[in-house]
C-alpha cells in the first residue's frame, strides 16, 4: 500500500489566525465544515448529487482545487477527498485501489507520460481554462498581473513536515503564467507553468537530460535565511526558441538539491527571484523576449502531487496518502524573515 501523510503547519500565519501582513489563502475557523470527492469521473470538479459539480468549492479568497488532471479508471477505484476543519485546516486524502494513467481522448492531457496522477491543492488566482469559476483575487494582488507590476518581493509562506512511504510525491507551488492579461486563461501556446519543489520523493526527479540550468533562490526555514550558495535546478519541458511551446504551453521546474528539501519547519519562499530567474533562463537558453512586459502571472497554487509507488508513468498501482494544510499565505514588498507576520 502507498501511503503519504503530509501535513502542512504555517507559522507566521500558522496560529489559525489571519497574519497582520499578507494573503491568507485558508477559511476563517469555524465558516466551513463540508467534505469534497473528486473521482476518475469527477476529476476536475468534485462529485455532486448528479454528475460533476462545476468547480470546486471557493472559500474566501482561495478555491480547493482537486485537479486530478492524469487520474483514469472508473470511479470506484478510489477518491480524493477534501475537507475543512473547525480550525479552518484543510484536510486531504487520497484512497485509490488503482491509480492508472488518463489516456482516453477526452482527458485533459491523454499523451502525458509521467507519475503525477493528480495536484490536490489551495488555489489562489485564476484556474486555467475555469476563469469564471475562480475565486476573486485580493486587492494586494490582484492576478492576473503583468509581471513588471507585481510589488516588488512576493513571498510564499508555508510550514510542513511530510511522513511518507512507498509513494511517489513532491510538495510544490504551481505557477501559471500567459502572453496576455486575459481573466479567462486556458493552456494554449505560449503557456508557462512553473513548479517550485520545497520536497519530493527521490522517485519524483526528472531526468538529467531535462536539466537546462541553475538559480539561487532566496528562502528561509522557521526564520533563518540559507545561505545564497544553494543553488536550485532548473528543468524545462515542451519549451522551445523564441517564445513558442507546445501547444498545450511549456513547463519550467525549480528543484532544490537532495540536502536543501525541508522536510518539517516554517518555509518562506522568494517567487519573485523564481519568476526573474525564469525570464533570465528562457532568454538566455531558447532566445525568448524578457518576460517583465509579456507574460502575466494568473495563478499561484500549493499542494501536493503525487503518482503510484513505483514512480513509472503508465503503473496502475494504489495510491493512499492524507495531507492537512493549516495554512498558506501570500505576501509582497517585505522579507523573508517578516513575510506573513
Known amino acids: 500500500m502507498a501511503v503519504l501523510a503530509v501535513t502542512l503547519l504555517l507559522a507566521g500565519c500558522g496560529d489559525g489566525q489571519s497574519p497582520r501582513h499578507g494573503i491568507a489563502l485558508l477559511p476563517i475557523p469555524g465558516t466551513h465544515r463540508q467534505v469534497w470527492h473528486w473521482t476518475g469521473h469527477c476529476s476536475l470538479s468534485p462529485a455532486a448529487d448528479q454528475g460533476c459539480a462545476a468547480a470546486g468549492p471557493i472559500l474566501g479568497l482561495a478555491q480547493l482545487n482537486g485537479d486530478e488532471w492524469n487520474l483514469g479508471g472508473p470511479a470506484k ?21 488503482r491509480t492508472a494513467p488518463c489516456t482516453q481522448s477526452t482527458c485533459l492531457a491523454p499523451s502525458a507520460y509521467t507519475w503525477v496522477r493528480g495536484y490536490p491543492n489551495v488555489l489562489y488566482g485564476i484556474n486555467q481554462c475555469y476563469g469564471d469559476t475562480s475565486p476573486k483575487p485580493s486587492p494586494r494582488l490582484p492576478l492576473p498581473m503583468r509581471l513588471d507590476s507585481i510589488p516588488a ?16 510525491y513532491d510538495v510544490t507551488y504551481d505557477l501559471w503564467l500567459h502572453p496576455t492579461g486575459t481573466r479567462r486563461p486556458c493552456r494554449t501556446q505560449g503557456t508557462l507553468e512553473i513548479l517550485v519543489w520545497t520536497d519530493y520523493d527521490a522517485r519524483a526527479l526528472l531526468p538529467p537530460s531535462l536539466q537546462v540550468g541553475t538559480a539561487t533562490i532566496p528562502y528561509a526555514v522557521d526564520g533563518v535565511v540559507r545561505p545564497d550558495s544553494q543553488a536550485w535546478s532548473i528543468y524545462a519541458s515542451n519549451v522551445y526558441a523564441a517564445g513558442r511551446t507546445a501547444p498545450w504551453g511549456g513547463t519550467l521546474w525549480f528543484v532544490p538539491d537532495k540536502a536543501d528539501v525541508v522536510r518539517h519547519g516554517r518555509v518562506s519562499v522568494e517567487l519573485s527571484a523564481v519568476l526573474a530567474a525564469a525570464g533570465r533562463l528562457l532568454h538566455g537558453n531558447y ?23 513505483s514512480g513509472y508513468p503508465m503503473d496502475s498501482g494504489p495510491s493512499h496518502f492524507s495531507a492537512r494544510i493549516s495554512a498558506y499565505c501570500l505576501d509582497v514588498r517585505t522579507t523573508l524573515a517578516a513575510a506573513c507576520e
Do not use: C, K
Not at 153 to 168: E, F, K, N, P
Not at 289 to 309: C, H, I, K, N
Open 287 to 309: 532566445g525568448w523576449p524578457m518576460l517583465g512586459q509579456r507574460y502575466w502571472l494568473d495563478t499561484a497554487s500549493f499542494g501536493v502531487e503525487f503518482g503510484p509507488a
Open 77 to 97: 477505484a478510489g477518491s480524493l477527498n477534501m475537507s475543512v476543519g473547525p480550525d479552518g485546516a484543510v484536510t486531504l486524502e487520497g484512497q485509490f485501489v
Open 153 to 168: 518581493h512576493l513571498i510564499g509562506v508555508t510550514a510542513y513536515s511530510a511522513h511518507t512511504s512507498d509513494v511517489t
